[in-house]
C-alpha cells in the first residue's frame, strides 16, 4: 500500500489547531511560535509544531514507501485497517514517546496499491 505524504491528503485531522495545542501541552517545552514572524500565519501559537508534524510525517510516510521489507516498513509508520500511526519524534515531560495517530481522509483516494 502506497500512502500519500501529504497529512492532510491522508488523514482526517478535525481542530488541527486545537490538538496541536494539545500537543504542545503534552510535550516537553519548546518555542513552537517565531519571535518575530516575518508573516501572518493561521497559526500563530504553534506554527514550528505544525511544520514539524507535517515533516516528520511526509518523511516516514515515504520512507514507509520505499521500503520493500514489509517488517522494515512496519519501523516507520503502523497502518491497520483506516489508521496510521507514527513516533512523532516528541516525548512528555517523563521522556515517554508521543505517537500520532489518524484515520484516513475518506474524502479523498488517499491510499493505493502498492507496487513492487
Same mark, same amino acid.
Given at each position: ?15 488541527? !489547531? ?36 507535517? @515533516? ?19 519501523? !516507520? ?13 516528541? !516525548? ?23 507496487? @513492487?
Amino acid at each position: 500500500m502506497n500512502l500519500l505524504p501529504d497529512l492532510f491528503s491522508f488523514a482526517y485531522v478535525p481542530g488541527w !489547531y486545537c490538538q496541536l495545542d494539545e500537543l504542545a501541552g503534552l510535550a516537553l517545552p519548546e518555542p513552537w511560535r517565531f519571535r518575530n514572524p516575518d508573516y501572518y500565519t493561521k497559526n500563530a501559537d504553534t506554527p514550528i509544531l505544525e511544520r514539524y508534524i507535517h @515533516s516528520i510525517f511526509k518523511k516516514q510516510v515515504i520512507d514507509f514507501n520505499e521500503e520493500r521489507n514489509p517488517e522494515k516498513a512496519a519501523d !516507520y509508520l503502523h497502518v491497520e485497517n483506516e489508521f496510521v500511526c507514527f513516533h512523532t519524534g516528541l !516525548y512528555t515531560r517523563r521522556y515517554k514517546a508521543i505517537y500520532g495517530c489518524f484515520d484516513r481522509n475518506k474524502r479523498q483516494a488517499s491510499t493505493s496499491t502498492r507496487t @513492487s
